[in-house]
């Protein structure tokens, strides 16, 4: 079993064209985008980009793409089809402040 972080770091690469892009993207490091691509690669003992730029898809990473859309499609239909996907009732949440704040620019924050 493949851990989908990591395809979704080769995926995140690929839609974006860069590394640094998909980092900027999944709120991590190149570093780490660029380990994730890497450890994919190990466990499946393939190449699946080809560093390039753009980064190419090998044919290894066309599979690893493929699946991991139809996962995440199969994921949408299930959320869209639950209560996990709608807003079922608002949620009140009740939150502390100093007066500073809630006299000058909190009110403006959490107004929708």
Known sequence: MFDYKLIEAMSEVVRQGRFEKAAARLCLTQSAVSQ??????EQAGQISLTRSVPPAVTDAGKWFLAHYLQVRHLEEDLANRTAFGRDT?????SVGGNADSLATWFPKAVTL
């Open 36 to 41: 994730r691509v890497r450890q994919l690669e």
């Open 89 to 93: 009732k608002p949620v009140t949440l």
